[in-house]
């Protein structure tokens, strides 16, 4: 019987197949190429593990969360300054995931009772919240002038393999942990809330606890990447550790790949850094232009992802449509 | 017997309107109970009261002994006490087998998701449902998320089932089928809690009946006693109706050949 079953269940979409190969691909770039595309492959890595995280609260449980850039700012901050107060490098990393873990865990228990539109603008409003915070505690945070962290020994080439692996390592946690929610019983209450929070709590799922569960597994590896970035980067201030762009930036990876699929952030997030820098070099007054009409393009006809349902089902009805149209 | 589930003088307020005023009854094991009263008698609001959708404004509610009167709905279910909506609620976008894996999964306690779906399809079978296990819940006809519905709330291994009109809408054909399978549920050893307009299926089922009027139990007892009560009649039909069958000296309802009421009269 049970044989029977699992031979009849659909196939999930989680994208291992092209996962591996890109990741491998992805680690062997600072080994053949210089610092600029180190540099790039960090980013592709770092906006990897944020748009995965994101999919946890934005794609799974359906709650569209603009939080991130609390959560990368706050780990940014504490790893600064635990790092400033003689802490290891590594071990500020990690107490900055505790603490932006801990920080979820108490800002959900909150704000995860408002739903929908209410939830979006409350999320938000955290960003703007935090971002004044650190520049009004002057004696915690440096204030408007910001933080200096200690520069990474053994030169510019050296330091940019040595965050594009911890990056990249982030990247790979994150990754797991969407595979294992997939399957996991938490991931399928969190399926169950998205699809009807209401008939969810009368089949016996912990709807709040597992919405805190949720917001707790986004907030976690952008704590870890926002302490990271601000040891890449040795200088941290408000507007660039709680950035409104960065927190908007996240959720159109994660949709542009597939939200609620297993992987497809990874594919968002790598194509819209390459788009960006593309554009960037090329057109540097209009890029942010002609990046916002690309995400309008792709929201209309992409509106599934690019690992979404249906895709070239509906393609091809498009085709049909137009063949018909013209005859 | 001691009472499975206990409900002692619940209340429920909307404003200065009491949905449910001072009700009090109880189920014991293996029953089938009938909760009938005309539209807006808070019939739902009564069911929402016991599985904890709403805190009752005052009184208590017990299960297996247990002060259950704050619970929140997840808790309700992982303790046996499952319901039905009159609305359908499923996860549109699931599988149908999916549907009742998250029923046997999250309230029956089931320990893994190969287990809970092993457990899901037992219930699809139960229901009919089997052939369409890998269906997604919204392609599914009325009668069909019915089944859905029930197959859901049964994975969850209640004790108590409380089935909110699982019969609206259905036609005469398909309420037949309903009322075997709920017979059969019964049958599993479930006590079971039924709201219904239909008197062949309340006259058909149930042990005993509840009538609601106004949010007060105007009676209980007896199907055929309860139908030839003149609160009963009054609550349907009028009190000028009922003025008339009292001289006449004959119940509106005949024993021998019982007939569908008008399911939506709600006059007075």
Same mark, same amino acid.
């Given at each position: 019987?049970?044989?029977?079953?699992?031979?009849?269940?659909?196939?999930?979409?989680?994208?291992?197949?092209?996962?591996?190969?890109?990741?491998?691909?992805?680690?062997?770039?600072?080994?053949?190429?210089?610092?600029?595309?180190?540099?790039?492959?960090?980013?592709?890595?770092?906006?990897?593990?944020?748009?995965?995280?994101?999919?946890?609260?934005?794609?799974?449980? @359906?709650?569209?969360?603009?939080?991130?850039a609390a959560f990368v700012g706050l780990g940014a901050y504490a790893g600064a300054i635990l790092q400033n107060a003689g802490m290891p490098m590594m071990l500020a990393w990690v107490a900055a995931t505790a603490v932006t873990a801990l920080f979820a865990a108490v800002l959900g228990y909150a704000i995860l009772r408002m739903k929908g539109h209410y939830f979006a603008i409350g999320s938000i409003a955290i960003?703007?919240?935090?971002?004044?915070?650190?520049?009004?505690?002057?004696?915690?945070?440096?204030?408007?002038?910001?933080?200096?962290?200690?520069?990474?020994?053994?030169?510019?080439?050296?330091?940019?393999?040595?965050?594009?692996?911890?990056?990249?390592?982030?990247?790979?946690?994150?990754?797991?942990?969407?595979?294992?929610?997939?399957?996991?019983?938490?991931?399928?209450?969190?399926?169950?809330?998205?699809?009807?929070?209401?008939?969810?709590?009368?089949?016996?799922?912990?709807?709040?606890?597992?919405?805190?569960?949720?917001?707790?597994?986004?907030?976690?590896?952008?704590?870890?990447?926002?302490?990271?970035?601000?040891?890449?980067?040795?200088?941290?201030?408000?507007?660039?550790?709680?950035?409104?762009?960065?927190?908007?930036?996240?959720?159109?990876?994660?949709?542009? &790949?597939?939200?609620?699929?297993?992987?497809?952030?990874?594919?968002?997030?790598?194509?819209?850094?390459?788009?960006?820098?593309?554009?960037?070099?090329?057109?540097?007054?209009?890029?942010?232009?002609?990046?916002?009409?690309?995400?309008?393009?792709?929201?209309?006809?992409?509106?599934?992802?690019?690992?979404?349902?249906?895709?070239?089902?509906?393609?091809?009805?498009?085709?049909?449509?137009?063949?018909?149209?013209?005859? | 017997?001691?009472?499975?589930?206990?409900?002692?003088?619940?209340?429920?307020?909307?404003? @200065?309107?009491?949905?449910?005023?001072?009700?009090?009854?109880?189920?014991?094991?293996?029953?089938?109970? &009938?909760?009938?009263?005309?539209?807006?008698?808070?019939?739902?609001?009564?069911?929402?009261?016991?599985?904890?959708?709403?805190?009752?404004?005052?009184?208590?509610?017990?299960?297996?002994?247990?002060?259950?009167?704050?619970?929140?709905?997840?808790?309700?279910?992982?303790?046996?006490?499952?319901?039905?909506?009159?609305?359908?609620?499923?996860?549109?976008?699931?599988?149908?087998?999916?549907?009742?894996?998250? &029923?046997?999964?999250?309230? @029956?306690?089931?320990?893994?998701r190969p287990e809970a779906e092993d457990v899901a399809m037992e219930f699809l079978e139960f229901v009919g449902l089997a052939p369409l296990a890998e269906r997604s819940a919204m392609s599914l006809t009325l009668p069909s998320r019915k089944r859905l519905e029930l197959a859901k709330s049964l994975a969850m291994r209640p004790k108590v089932l409380l089935l909110d009109e699982v019969n609206a809408g259905l036609?005469?054909?398909?309420?037949?089928?309903?009322?075997?399978?709920?017979?059969?549920?019964?049958?599993?050893?479930?006590?079971?809690?039924?709201?219904?307009?239909?008197?062949?299926?309340?006259?058909?089922?149930?042990?005993?009946?509840?009538?609601?009027?106004?949010?007060?139990?105007?009676?209980?007892?007896?199907?055929?006693?309860?139908?030839?009560?003149?609160?009963?009649?009054?609550?349907?039909?009028?009190?000028?109706?009922?003025?008339?069958?009292?001289?006449?000296?004959?119940?509106?309802?005949?024993?021998?050949?019982?007939?569908?009421?008008?399911?939506?009269?709600?006059?007075?």
């Open positions: 019987m049970k044989s029977s079953i699992s031979s009849v269940r659909r196939p999930r979409r989680q994208g291992l197949v092209w996962f591996v190969p890109l990741a491998i691909a992805l680690a062997l770039v600072p080994l053949f190429f210089n610092n600029y595309y180190a540099q790039q492959a960090t980013f592709v890595c770092m906006y990897a593990a944020l748009a995965l995280s994101w999919n946890v609260i934005g794609g799974f449980t @359906g709650y569209p969360s603009f939080s991130t960003v703007e919240s935090m971002r004044l915070l650190a520049s009004s505690w002057s004696s915690l945070t440096g204030g408007g002038e910001g933080l200096n962290l200690p520069i990474f020994p053994g030169g510019p080439d050296h330091a940019g393999r040595v965050f594009f692996y911890a990056m990249f390592v982030v990247m790979i946690v994150a990754a797991m942990m969407s595979l294992w929610l997939d399957r996991s019983r938490l991931g399928f209450g969190l399926r169950c809330v998205q699809q009807n929070e209401d008939a969810a709590d009368m089949v016996g799922v912990n709807v709040n606890a597992s919405k805190i569960a949720a917001f707790v597994l986004s907030a976690l590896f952008c704590g870890t990447t926002g302490a990271i970035s601000a040891s890449w980067v040795s200088y941290i201030s408000p507007p660039d550790a709680f950035s409104i762009l960065m927190t908007l930036k996240v959720p159109v990876m994660a949709l542009l &790949g597939g939200a609620g699929t297993v992987l497809g952030p990874v594919l968002g997030a790598l194509v819209f850094v390459l788009v960006e820098q593309t554009l960037m070099s090329r057109f540097l007054d209009y890029s942010q232009a002609m990046l916002g009409v690309i995400i309008v393009f792709l929201i209309f006809f992409l509106p599934g992802g690019l690992l979404g349902a249906g895709l070239f089902e509906r393609l091809s009805g498009r085709l049909a449509r137009l063949r018909r149209a013209s005859a | 017997m001691s009472p499975l589930l206990r409900v002692e003088g619940v209340s429920r307020y909307f404003g @200065g309107v009491a949905a449910v005023n001072k009700v009090s009854f109880e189920l014991a094991p293996g029953e089938i109970v &009938g909760l009938i009263g005309p539209n807006g008698a808070g019939k739902t609001t009564l069911v929402n009261l016991v599985t904890g959708v709403l805190r009752p404004s005052a009184g208590r509610v017990w299960f297996e002994g247990a002060d259950v009167t704050a619970q929140r709905p997840w808790q309700a279910s992982r303790r046996g006490l499952a319901r039905t909506f009159q609305i359908v609620q499923p996860f549109p976008q699931m599988t149908v087998l999916e549907n009742v894996a998250a &029923g046997a999964l999250f309230g @029956g306690g089931a320990a893994s036609n005469s054909a398909e309420i037949g089928a309903a009322i075997e399978l709920i017979r059969q549920i019964a049958a599993r050893g479930v006590t079971i809690m039924l709201i219904e307009h239909l008197m062949k299926v309340v006259f058909s089922l149930c042990d005993r009946l509840l009538v609601l009027h106004h949010g007060e139990l105007i009676a209980q007892g007896d199907p055929r006693a309860v139908a030839s009560d003149p609160a009963v009649v009054k609550a349907y039909l009028g009190s000028k109706y009922a003025a008339q069958e009292q001289q006449v000296g004959a119940g509106p309802v005949d024993a021998a050949d019982p007939v569908d009421t008008p399911s939506g009269g709600g006059h007075d």
